[in-house]
């Protein structure tokens, strides 16, 4: 059974850091890009960050450059994204997707797999 699920999410105060957590299982995870989407209320979903399956290349929004750092372990089967300075704007549920392509997946957010979500709320 293919999961993916995402941990670490919480309410935190604004300038303050999170580290989120994405388990994969029951594929081939060195071979697929792994994403981080979200979705605030009353909002489309949108791309926060991405990270090949091959050379680690990197995508992020543009909107947590700097603040955001996404990396993968492996050996773990999991991707971690590392949330500092965070703003209330940050506030949504965040999700991870998997897909053998990191251009089709942060272009598309069409990923062949997705998590259940975490909530973060970042209070001001």
């Known amino acids: 059974e293919v999961q993916l699920v995402e941990s670490g999410g919480g309410l935190v105060q604004a300038g303050g850091s999170l580290r989120l957590s994405c388990a994969a299982s029951?594929?081939?995870?060195?071979?697929?890009?792994i994403g981080w989407f979200r979705q605030a209320p009353g909002k489309e979903r949108e791309g926060v960050s991405c990270?090949?399956?091959?050379?680690?290349?990197?995508y992020y929004a543009d909107s947590v450059k700097g603040r955001f750092t996404i990396s993968r372990d492996n050996a773990k089967n999991t991707v971690y994204l590392q949330m500092n300075s965070l703003k209330p704007e940050d506030t949504a549920v965040y999700y991870c997707a998997g897909d053998p392509s990191v251009r089709f997946l942060w272009a598309t957010m069409g990923g062949d797999y997705w998590g259940q979500g975490t909530q973060v709320t970042v209070s001001s």
């Open positions: 990270i090949s399956s091959s050379d680690g290349s990197t």
């Open positions: 029951g594929f081939t995870f060195d071979d697929y890009a």
